[in-house]
């Protein structure tokens, strides 16, 4: 995976993006390796990912440019699909990814960034989707998840005029959680990653799964969604431990590793 490296700190994984010569632009090779990271991160350890680029300059820059420009109707559209297949796979992870964003996060980097879970990012970096001013749409879920995050009118504004945004504007329309001095970034991220990562590993993944159904169905169904999620946390090891050390005033004692029960 020569695209994208992989450090395991405690219980969190820190994936980074490695093609800062381009930017860590994306193309069908570190799209291809960013899914083989994911899929070979060890569920049964780790319990938060931060994905981040390498280098000072950007997250991720978009998709390669070069790459795109020759492609027919029919590979743009295997393109697409490919990218959103991945972006797909990062959003309905079971563990919580939260996006680093060091620099540029244009086209498909603010959509890559756009499928975790949770957002920081330095005051150097840009948002943007720059795509109509290429002659192409947002390709690997923009006109998505935008207007999921900032509202239909905001994301309308941003998709056509094909505005960038900066850190502090990013962060007032709810595009980004917090912002930081760029040596402070990584920081924060790992803090909020190990934060999240001791807290019960089997609540934590059924609260995801609980927000990203139920964002999609009506507030009755993901009521029901919820009910079925809450359930399947009773009976386990963390359920027990620590409603009986609540009532105790003990400290819990949690799994050496994630299990089911």
Not at 9 to 22: C, D, H, K, Q
Not at 115 to 131: K, M
Not at 149 to 155: C, F, I, Q
Not at 196 to 215: Q, S, T
Request: proline share 3%; net charge negative.
């Amino acid at each position: 995976m020569s695209f994208v490296n992989c450090e395991v700190e405690g219980a969190v994984a820190v994936l980074t993006i490695n093609r800062p010569e381009a930017l860590n632009a994306l193309n069908g090779e570190v799209l291809a390796d960013l899914k083989a990271a994911f899929e070979a991160i060890d569920q049964n350890a780790v319990r938060c990912v931060v994905l981040t680029g390498a280098g000072d300059k950007s997250f991720v820059a978009g998709a390669d440019i070069g790459a795109m420009s020759t492609m027919t109707k029919a590979e743009g559209e295997a393109f697409g699909k490919l990218g959103n297949d991945i972006f797909l796979m990062i959003e309905s992870f079971p563990l919580p990814v939260i996006a680093a964003v060091n620099g540029f996060a244009l086209g498909g980097g603010n959509e890559l960034a756009m499928s975790c879970d949770i957002r920081l990012c330095s005051e150097n970096a840009v948002f943007g989707q720059p795509e109509v001013g290429l002659g192409i749409t947002p390709g690997f879920g923009g006109t998505q998840r935008l207007a999921r995050l900032v509202g239909m009118g905001m994301a309308k504004q941003l998709v056509y005029a094909a505005t960038n945004i900066k850190a502090d504007e990013a962060l007032r329309i709810g595009l980004v959680n917090a912002v930081y001095p760029a040596e402070e970034l990584m920081e924060n991220a790992k803090g909020l990653a190990a934060k999240i990562a001791r807290n019960a590993p089997i609540a934590v993944r059924n609260c995801k799964k609980a927000i990203n159904e139920g964002m999609q169905v009506s507030i009755e169904e993901g009521a029901k969604i919820e009910e079925k999620l809450f359930g399947d946390c009773f009976e386990t090891h963390d359920q027990v431990e620590g409603m009986a050390c609540f009532l105790s005033k003990e400290k819990p004692k949690p799994k050496a590793a994630f299990t089911n029960n």
